[in-house]
Nanobody, 124 residues
Framework: QVQLVESGGGLVQAGGSLRLSCAASGRTFSRYTMGWFRQGPGKEREFVAAMKWTGGNTYYADSVKGRFTISRDNAKNTVYLQMNSLKPEDTAIYYC?????????????????WGQGTQVTVSS
């Protein structure tokens, strides 16, 4: 049974920072891509960032490039999303996901397993 559990969401003022964590269990994730997506109020789910476990290649949405950083701790089977300079438009439920295939990291359809999400609210 694959499980992804996000944590670290909360309420923060604009300009502040949060670090999200996604703990993975039930499978060896050493060869899989891990991604973060978000869904804001009244919006569709969108890609935020992704990282391939092997080689550590990273991918970011233009809207978060330079402000967000994805990283991993292989020993803990955990991926992180450091979010700095947060803006009200970053308000969303943030989901982590894992892709067991070789699809494009920015496409939600590439991912097989999803976490339950964690709420991030940025006040102005």
């Amino acid at each position: 049974q694959v499980q992804l559990v996000e944590s670290g969401g909360g309420l923060v003022q604009a300009g502040g920072s949060l670090r999200l964590s996604c703990a993975a269990s039930g499978r060896t994730f050493s060869r899989y891509t891990m991604g973060w997506f978000r869904q804001g109020p009244g919006k569709e789910r969108e890609f935020v960032a992704a990282m391939k476990w092997t080689g550590g290649n990273t991918y970011y949405a233009d809207s978060v490039k330079g402000r967000f950083t994805i990283s991993r701790d292989n020993a803990k089977n955990t991926v992180y999303l450091q979010m700095n300079s947060l803006k009200p438009e970053d308000t969303a439920i943030y989901y982590c996901a894992t892709a067991t295939g070789s699809g494009r990291p920015a496409l939600a359809d590439s991912y097989d397993y999803w976490g339950q999400g964690t709420q991030v609210t940025v006040s102005s």
